[in-house]
């Protein structure tokens, strides 16, 4: 049952409208992607996809092409994956020259058109997710690149059926695993950086009618989503009144057992950062803010 406010009008609970602001906090399931994709292969796919590599390679009379192909045929098999609410992996196939990944996305937490316009962002932040490969991410990497092959992410839109690509070639994948500038590009550090630029590619985002998340911003102690508040919905009042609900709300939603958004808490405490969303009055200037210090996000991991 919703519960109505003074200040909220039309109807528009607070309950519905915090559901709708701690959506974003996933939105960061799109930054971690890359590194989810390859760690979803073994770890959902798991044993099946390890073991047939690591058989694979026993097998003397075939080639590495071979090998990759039956590898990325039983991955293949477990798709569609899901990647909960911002889409799904819809297939993993090798097309003699390049592992090709197709994910439909939702387009309510990416924007497609942004993401085209910035390709080297795009580009850049992949590479960082790659960074340091370890374990059973290496071993896939190794034989793609051993293969002379790349690996290339096509995200479409599930409504808008609109794509966007981003190809990492054999020396891209050769250079991630030499460690090409990894002391400073493969740190956690670079890699929240480029988290929140990729974020940012796709700001000002509407969440709902009363609310625009405008930026990210990474501060002394925490990782700040900077929102607008339309005042003509919802009034500053109503929300700061009731500041322990949104906080027990987001609090909520941010212990997820959805794993890029564990991703994302895991590397924000990595850096000694919490999480803060500002919320900003568009007539009044005023500002109310939520935060969760490091040691909070630490226990929700």
Do not use: W
Request: hydrophobic share 40%; charged share 20%.
């Amino acid at each position: 049952m919703s519960i109505e406010f003074y200040g909220i009008k039309d109807g528009f609970s607070i309950n519905v409208y915090l559901c709708r602001v701690v959506a974003l906090v996933i939105i960061e399931i799109f930054n971690n992607l890359f590194s989810f994709i390859m760690k979803n292969m073994f770890k959902n796919v798991g044993k099946t996809v390890l073991f047939t590599c690591l058989s694979l390679m026993l097998l003397t009379a075939c080639g590495q092409k071979s090998k990759l192909k039956l590898a990325i045929a039983a991955a293949n098999k477990q798709c569609p994956m899901d990647m909960g609410a911002s889409g799904e992996i819809s297939s993993i196939t090798f097309d003699g020259a390049d592992v090709v990944y197709v994910l439909l996305m939702n387009e309510s937490f990416l924007n497609i058109d942004a993401l085209k316009e910035n390709p080297d962002a795009m580009k850049s932040a992949v590479t960082v997710m790659f960074g340091n490969p370890q374990g059973s991410i290496k071993e896939m990497l190794d034989l793609v690149v051993g293969t002379d092959s790349g690996i290339k992410f096509i995200y479409k839109g599930k409504t808008s059926g609109n794509e966007v690509e981003c190809y990492l070639t054999t020396q891209d994948l050769k250079d991630i695993l030499n460690g090409g500038g990894a002391s400073a590009d493969s740190s956690d550090e670079k890699k929240l950086e480029e988290q929140v630029k990729m974020t940012n590619v796709s700001c000002p985002m509407q969440v709902d009618e009363a609310t625009m998340l405008n930026k990210l911003t990474i501060e002394s102690d925490k990782v700040l989503y900077h929102y607008t508040i339309d005042e003509s919905v919802v009034q500053m009042s109503a929300l700061k009144e009731n500041a322990e609900q949104m906080k027990a709300n987001v609090k909520n939603s941010l212990n997820s057992s959805d794993p890029a958004l564990h991703m994302f808490l895991e590397v924000c405490v990595k850096c000694d950062k919490g999480v803060g969303y500002l919320y900003k009055g568009n007539k009044s200037g005023e500002t109310f803010e939520i935060s969760f210090g490091v040691s909070e996000i630490k226990a929700l991991l």
